[in-house]
């Protein structure tokens, strides 16, 4: 896949993920039409996996209204 910008491969949970490799600043972000991918959010959706799993079940539905990358809603 071609892509515009720079990307790296990482592993989170059993799904490997195709991020944008570039510079992140802390602060409030900039409007850019790159994908945001947040890493310090890994344990929260680490938590979200083991709670979805519970509730839902596999095969449920669940919506991920805040999808950037869709890295939550790749691994469940």
């Known amino acids: 896949m071609e892509l515009d910008f720079p990307t790296r ?3 989170e949970g059993l799904v490997d993920l195709l991020v944008p490799d570039v510079e ?3 602060g409030p972000g900039t409007r850019t039409a790159l994908p945001f991918y947040n890493p310090g959010m890994r344990v929260a959706r680490d938590l979200s996996v083991l709670l979805a799993s519970r509730t839902v079940g596999i095969g449920g ?4 209204g805040l ?3 869709g890295a939550l809603g790749l691994r469940i």
């Open 67 to 69: 999808a950037a990358t």
């Open 24 to 26: 992140r600043r802390p």
């Open 61 to 64: 539905r669940i919506l991920d």
């Open 9 to 11: 491969t990482l592993r």
